[in-house]
């Protein structure tokens, strides 16, 4: 069996600081998942609950996601933005029918706890940081949890919502087409039980096809000018007909007027030297500093690739520099 807790080598930074980066390889594992044979632990994530009747409409009123009227068991990706409509926070949402459940990355977890229980008012909500009793644990699989199994949230990752909008490629030319992913929650009592008898892989072959999925993350992709526009994340967590929220005003004014000041950006890196630029490393078009990488990985079939955020106004058909490797375009965001 591929990946013991044996083989583990664990991340020692970042946002994945904590769990296992690798198993000892990598690219097998990246197979391992495409077939959909193996589980990331994912055990780092947070993990923020929301009961009481008044938990939809509230969480609908904050967010850029329709939540009121959200059933039990369907996962969604909502959005919290600052005043004037950067991105906050990213939440993983699925309702169990009396608990809302909120994953979110591990740093984050107690500034979105204490902005929660600023904006309770009078409602009947209660919010609660659960990470120390609940698990996280990733799987490539792209189906709902059903009733009798844990209850899990489904990365809707590229679908476009029917109420929302692409800034990108369609749904079906998207090279995310074949991404499935979702997150279990797990007790974490019951992590190892979870983990004992399934291939296990680490979060570099994870980072590795989320990139080529094009998939954006919270914090990796993000800074604080991100606005949803740039990462095309209206598709999957905007709601464009929903009430009003904080930074609405930014998403309406920019999605009618105009396009964002920057793009994300999926790189094909020269992999003919021996090491790979970094994620914060400048891209240049020529000599002007066009934009940052934010992830690099290495793909078992597409070898070196990376996300990066740079102007919109970049050439789609430029190749880039980045610390010195030269890096191909794939749009993500049409300029």
């Known amino acids: 069996m591929s990946g013991t807790a044996a083989d583990a080598v664990m991340s020692a930074e970042g946002l994945d600081a904590g769990v296992a980066a690798h198993y000892g390889d990598p690219l097998k594992e990246q197979r391992l998942l495409e077939e959909g044979l193996a589980v990331v632990d994912l055990s780092n994530r947070g993990v923020v609950t929301v009961t009481g009747p ?32 950067h991105v906050e926070h990213d939440l993983h949402v699925v309702d169990d029918g009396t608990t809302t459940w909120l994953v979110v990355e591990a740093s984050t977890t107690a500034d979105l706890v204490t902005y929660l229980d600023r904006m309770r008012f009078m409602l009947r909500v209660e919010v609660a940081d659960v990470t120390a009793d609940w698990a996280v644990l990733g799987e490539p699989v792209g189906r709902e949890s059903v009733d009798g199994e844990p209850l899990a949230w489904v990365d809707p990752w590229p679908r476009t919502s029917p109420l929302s909008v692409a800034y990108g490629s369609a749904d079906d030319v998207h090279p995310g087409l074949g991404w499935a992913w979702r997150e279990v929650l797990v007790p974490r009592a019951d992590v190892a039980t979870a983990l004992a008898d ?6 570099w072959a994870l980072e590795a096809l989320r990139v080529a999925a ?38 309406a004014r920019v999605h009618n007027l105009g396009r964002p000041p920057r793009r994300i950006v999926l790189l094909h890196l020269d992999g003919s030297g021996h090491t790979l630029p970094a994620p ?16 690099v990985a290495r793909h078992h079939e597409l070898g070196p690739v990376a996300l990066a955020v740079v102007k919109r106004n970049t050439p789609a058909d430029a190749v880039l520099d980045a610390g010195g490797v030269a890096a191909s375009q794939d749009v993500l965001v049409t300029p």
């Open 198 to 203: 399934r291939p296990r892989a680490g979060t």
């Open 280 to 295: 914060g490393d400048e891209l240049r078009n020529g000599d002007k500093v066009v934009g940052r990488l934010t992830t």
């Open 54 to 85: 008044d938990r939809l409409t509230w969480l609908n009123s904050l967010s850029t996601q329709k939540l009121d009227d959200l059933p039990p068991r369907r996962s969604v990706e909502a959005l919290l933005l600052s005043p004037h409509g």
């Open 214 to 251: 094009g998939r954006p993350r919270h914090l990796r992709e993000t800074d604080h000018r991100t606005i949803p526009h740039e990462l095309d994340l209206l598709r999957t967590a905007v709601h464009l007909q929903k009430g009003c929220y904080r930074g609405q005003e930014t998403v």
